[in-house]
């Protein structure tokens, strides 16, 4: 039995990681669960599933969170250290479900304690990599990659020696636009965005698969988990979702993931890792599919994957301003006040201004990420009020 902690239990990861326990209730015993909003289904999960502990992001739900545990035995708790406390609660796995910049302090909490962390959260590696992989190493906690591409690479490396990996391909299906005209991108709406041809996710992920930012991340994580340089990750427009990644080594073999675009088989690989386990994903009946398509990304559409690659060659915090303005951007994008292809003008230009700050650092500390987080942040919203 493995003792599990969800934090952004609510979300779309989390959700798909709690249907899982839901099906093999002996093998894991529920610790903490963390959501923001949507306390009814926080409370909910964490009353069937027994936790010792339900925590919401905003203590102005703690109210409601409480109402709801009333008489269960499970804790309720709000707020930022209440977050980092659920993070720390003894358990063996912690899923890192949260979305955003949010999710980075909890989650150095989980692998401070030694806990294997279930990493989708992976905004954490594009703005910390270097200091949660530093924790981990310190702590002997391992992470293991949730993110569809990643866990496919990491499956197809068992057994192998990382040395010998040539490249990476990293597949995206190219995400709610990607047979739209360049001009039409210009004005494309919130709910246009918001809608994923393949894959059922949260709003932001869906929103970062249109501007491929999401892709641009991954990217950046791979570099961060397998100590790749940018020149070794390709991207590839695979519109059928089918194969995830694949990995190329020293002797030209290619080893290729492939399943059914469905976040359970990732999430699942890493809940019962080091095993293999029935999982209720579908099985690919390849003749039915008859045909898999691949073509390059168009990358003047989309200038998020050239800006990662700058990302990587520049290392440091660069990855911090790179996340923080990406999540301002969209933030905007949400908002109403900025256009689709703005967003990606926005990353660039907060990038131009704050690269020359953002050197390669021996040992980059929490503070310093959140210190340029904050200001990437700042800037972001100048180059916004400004357009
Ligand atoms: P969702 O938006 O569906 O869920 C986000 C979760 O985080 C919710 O539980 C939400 O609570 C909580 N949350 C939001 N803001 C905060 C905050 N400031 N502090 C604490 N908790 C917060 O996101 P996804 O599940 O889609 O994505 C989660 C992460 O996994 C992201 O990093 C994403 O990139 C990554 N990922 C997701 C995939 C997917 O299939 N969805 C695939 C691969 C990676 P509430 O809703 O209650 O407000
Ligand atoms: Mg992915």
């Given at each position: 039995m493995k003792r599990i902690t969800i934090l952004g239990a609510t979300g779309s990861i989390g959700q798909n990681t709690i249907d899982l326990i839901d099906r093999s209730p002996d093998d894991f015993q529920t610790v903490a669960l963390t959501g923001g909003h949507n306390v009814e289904q926080l409370a909910a999960d964490a009353r069937r599933l027994g936790a010792q502990l339900a925590v919401t992001a905003h203590e102005d739900r703690l109210q409601d969170l409480r109402d709801l545990l009333a008489g269960t035995g499970v804790e309720a708790a709000a707020g930022h250290k209440a977050l980092l406390e659920a993070a720390s609660r003894p358990a063996d796995l912690v899923m890192s479900g949260i979305v955003g910049a949010a999710g980075l302090e909890p989650g150095l909490e989980a692998v401070r304690t030694g806990a294997t962390l279930a990493l989708a959260n992976k905004e954490s590696l594009v703005c910390a990599g270097p200091l949660l992989l530093a924790r981990a190493r310190a702590s002997g906690a391992t992470i293991l990659?949730?993110?569809?591409?990643?866990?496919?690479?990491?499956?197809?490396?068992?057994?192998?020696?990382?040395?010998?990996?040539?490249?990476?391909?990293?597949?995206?299906?190219?995400?709610?636009?990607?047979?739209?005209?360049?001009?039409?991108?210009?004005?494309?709406?919130?709910?246009?965005?918001?809608?994923?041809?393949?894959?059922?996710?949260?709003?932001?992920?869906?929103?970062?698969?249109?501007?491929?930012?999401?892709?641009?991340?991954?990217?950046?994580?791979?570099?961060?988990?397998?100590?790749?340089?940018?020149?070794?990750?390709?991207?590839?427009?695979?519109?059928?979702?089918?194969?995830?990644?694949?990995?190329?080594?020293?002797?030209?073999?290619?080893?290729?993931?492939?399943?059914?675009?469905?976040?359970?088989?990732?999430?699942?690989?890493?809940?019962?890792?080091?095993?293999?386990?029935?999982?209720?994903?579908?099985?690919?009946?390849?003749?039915?599919?008859?045909r898999m398509t691949f073509r390059d990304p168009d990358e003047a559409r989309h200038p998020a994957l050239r800006l990662s690659r700058d990302v990587i060659d520049a290392g440091g915090l660069a990855g911090a301003v790179f996340n923080a303005a990406k999540e301002r951007a969209l933030d905007g994008f949400i908002d109403g006040g900025l256009g689709f292809l703005q967003m990606a003008e926005v990353v660039e230009e907060t990038l131009?201004?704050?690269?020359?700050?953002?050197?390669?650092?021996?040992?980059?500390?929490?503070?310093?990420?959140?210190?340029?987080?904050?200001?990437?942040?700042?800037v972001a919203g100048e180059i916004i009020a400004a357009l």
């Open positions: 990659p949730v993110d569809s591409e990643h866990s496919a690479i990491f499956q197809a490396l068992v057994g192998e020696d990382t040395a010998d990996i040539e490249r990476v391909i990293i597949t995206a299906s190219g995400g709610a636009f990607r047979d739209w005209p360049l001009d039409k991108l210009k004005t494309a709406s919130l709910a246009e965005a918001s809608a994923h041809p393949n894959w059922d996710m949260g709003q932001r992920i869906t929103i970062d698969s249109a501007t491929l930012f999401n892709k641009a991340m991954e990217l950046i994580e791979a570099k961060e988990l397998f100590g790749l340089s940018s020149a070794q990750i390709e991207v590839v427009i695979h519109p059928e979702s089918l194969i995830h990644a694949l990995v190329g080594f020293r002797d030209g073999g290619l080893m290729a993931h492939v399943g059914p675009p469905d976040m359970r088989h990732a999430i699942g690989y890493a809940l019962n890792w080091p095993d293999r386990r029935h999982l209720p994903v579908e099985r690919l009946d390849l003749v039915k599919i008859g131009d201004r704050l690269m020359p700050e953002a050197a390669p650092m021996v040992d980059m500390s929490l503070d310093d990420v959140l210190a340029m987080d904050a200001k990437a942040r700042r």
